[in-house]
């Protein structure tokens, strides 16, 4: 198969991915083979695509609870973290809605997310960072900004905040500029000639999130 879809294909294998990880209806162990997706039609008078869409729950560890709630004064620095309160608190969770949408520009998926703390605010890409969404180390090396994140020499962010091309709305993604040369090169090492167009495309989406799960923690789910 090629190493790009067209949107058809996109919605055919998400689709199928959709159909063949939540048949169980039990929640998956592996981070690279999440399930829980649904398949969203955008609700309009216009024709839009949809897109693959869950909510999570990620928990936060009462330090880094404090931290992603903690008040900014008007210098906008936090307030230092009492030690004698965390042992007493509890872990929140942050709420993250995930999205896997087509880029025509691409022509393969890409993660869309939001994430909110528990009082209903966005988190910052400071707080997103040390949120369970990312692995530990996976973003070590990037540069940071208030809207991005960049790795060095690279002619993309490798995470941007803008509108969901489908809804309009706020969101963070990762940037899909070299996500066909990792998928094909790893479906490449175990190529299977006989098998059918849908299932050589839930492969594909399989391969795909198994490349995002390098980076971002797709365990969690609500």
């Not at 998400?14 to 997706?37: E, L, M």
Request: glycine fraction near 4%; proline fraction near 8%; hydrophobic fraction near 40%.
């Amino acid at each position: 198969m090629s190493a790009t879809f067209t949107r058809s294909q996109f919605e055919t294998a998400c689709k199928a991915y959709i159909r063949v990880h939540n048949a169980s209806g039990q929640t998956s162990a592996t981070a690279f083979r999440p399930d829980g997706w649904t398949w969203s039609d955008h609700n309009s008078t216009i024709a839009r695509p949809g897109f693959m869409h869950r909510s999570a729950l990620l928990p936060l560890n009462p330090v880094r609870s404090l931290e992603i709630g903690s008040e900014e004064d008007v210098s906008g620095v936090s307030s230092p973290i009492d030690e004698s309160v965390v042992a007493a608190n509890t872990p929140i969770l942050i709420a993250s809605e995930q999205h896997v949408v087509y880029s025509p520009t691409f022509q393969v998926p890409t993660f869309y997310f939001t994430m909110y703390n528990s009082s209903g605010a966005p988190l910052t890409l400071d707080q997103i960072l040390i949120s369970p969404l990312f692995h530990p180390h996976s973003l070590a090396n990037a540069e940071a900004t208030s809207f991005a994140l960049t790795e060095p020499g690279s002619s993309f962010p490798l995470l941007s905040q803008g509108d969901h091309p489908v809804l309009g709305t706020p969101s963070w993604y990762l940037h899909p500029c070299h996500t066909a040369e990792a998928v094909v090169e790893l479906m490449a090492e175990s190529p299977r000639g006989d098998e059918s167009e849908e299932r050589t495309l839930v492969r594909w989406m399989e391969t795909w999130f198994m490349v995002l799960g390098q980076v971002v923690n797709l365990r969690y789910r609500s």
